[in-house]
Every structure is written in C-alpha cells, then in structure tokens.
C-alpha cells in the first residue's frame, strides 16, 4: 500500500520556520515528480511548490517564492518543504503530492499520490 505521510507541521510565530517532511512508503518515487500544496479554511487547494525526479528543476507559487524552499532525498524516499519568513496568510494544511510524471507541474490534476496533510498555523 502507497502511503504518503506528512510531518512538521504545528504552531508558529508570524516570522518563524518550519520544516515540513513527507515520508513515502510502499513504493520509490525516485522517478517521480513530487509538489507541496495547501489549503486553508474555505478555499480550494492551491499549489505551493513542486521538484521533479532529480531535484535539477523547481517552481514555486508566488506567494512563497524567497521563502520557502523544496527538497527531496531519493535514497531516503522523502520530500520536505522548508518554509522561513512564515505569514498568517500561510496558515493551512499542508499536502504533498507525488505525480507519475518526472517533469514539474503545478497542476494538482498531475498528482496521484496524496499525504493526509499537516496543519499548519501562524500567528500574527
């Protein structure tokens, strides 16, 4: 069974970090493209950031271009998200994603694979 699980998540100050990790089991997406997207209370899920399979090509959303930062271990089947400079506006639970693509794509419709989420909260 895939299971994509996240972590890091919780509360923190407008200004403060995070590191978010998603853990893969149940198969390897050493191959894959993998994203991070969010969704706060009463809006659609929106896309945050994505890597593909070699780490050599990132996209981020705007509103978190300079501040967060994707990343991903292969050998240890593990993505993370690695987010400075927190606003409230960031506030929501977090998702990772992984495509059966190997190229980038901010297109939730390209994701097969979801995590259950991590909430994450800033305050002001």
């Known amino acids: 069974q895939v299971q994509l699980v996240e972590s890091g998540g919780g509360l923190v100050q407008a200004g403060g970090s995070l590191r978010l990790s998603c853990a893969a089991s149940?198969?390897?997406?050493?191959?894959?493209?993998m994203g991070w997207f969010r969704q706060a209370p009463g809006k659609e899920r929106e896309f945050v950031a994505t890597i593909n399979w070699s780490s050599i090509s990132t996209v981020y959303a705007d509103s978190v271009k300079g501040r967060f930062t994707i990343s991903r271990d292969n050998a240890k089947n593990t993505l993370y998200l690695q987010m400075n400079s927190l606003k409230p506006e960031d506030t929501a639970v977090y998702y990772c994603?992984?495509?059966?693509?190997?190229?980038?794509?901010?297109?939730?419709?390209?994701?097969?694979?979801w995590g259950q989420g991590t909430q994450v909260t800033v305050s002001s």
């Open positions: 149940g198969r390897t997406f050493s191959s894959n493209a």
């Open positions: 994603a992984a495509s059966l693509r190997s190229g980038t794509s901010w297109g939730a419709r390209d994701y097969y694979y």
